[in-house]
């Protein structure tokens, strides 16, 4: 395995948990709140944003237009049992969502909710140099490569990984700064 493959792998992980980061709620309107709803449509479990364009009219408000009216009811149902505490309105055509100000509580369950996806997100990362670090000894064991480049493969993983991990606190401390700004 090279270093830029797992240079690689440890960038996606960072990308796949800022993403993660995005479904949290944040106290002002944004489409991606919505990315992990799934709405039971026809029997399949389809995502929200392959039913209904989303739109942000104002920081404040979603509004959810299906391309089908007779998944409406559906996709308010869906949005009304999901955990993302937020009632929807509808006014026969398209769904409301109303995004409240964050409470100070509300706002320290969310950072604590960060940390939990950060921690995921920073165990994926000591995974890929796990995998990394199995792939060095491997050749080592198998002599393809000498024991003084299996130790300086091992340090430039371990360098790489620290990196990626400071990568990781820095994007979860911009979004406890987002949470906690009123």
């Known amino acids: ?38 709405v039971e449509y026809y029997g399949t479990p389809t995502p929200l944003k392959s039913l209904a364009s989303i739109n942000t009219p104002d920081s404040s408000t979603l509004t959810i237009q299906p391309f089908d009216r007779g998944s409406l009811n559906l996709i308010e149902r869906a949005i009304s049992e999901s955990d993302l505490g937020l009632p929807p309105s509808n006014d026969g055509s398209t769904i409301r969502l109303n995004i409240p100000p964050l409470t100070a509580e509300r706002r320290k369950e969310l950072v604590k909710t960060i940390a939990k996806l950060a921690e995921e997100g920073k165990v994926s990362i000591r995974n890929v140099r796990r995998d990394a670090m199995d792939m060095v000894k491997k050749e080592e064991k198998n002599k393809d490569i000498s024991e003084d480049e299996a130790k300086k493969l091992q340090d430039q993983v371990e360098k790489l990984t620290e990196k990626y991990i400071k990568k990781l606190e820095q994007v979860q401390a911009e979004k406890d700064r987002e949470i906690s700004t009123i």
């Open 1 to 38: 395995m090279k270093l830029e493959e797992i240079e690689a792998r440890m960038q996606k992980c960072i990308e796949a948990t800022q993403s993660n980061f995005n479904t949290v709620r944040t106290g002002r309107a944004n489409a991606s709140l919505l990315d992990r709803i799934v």
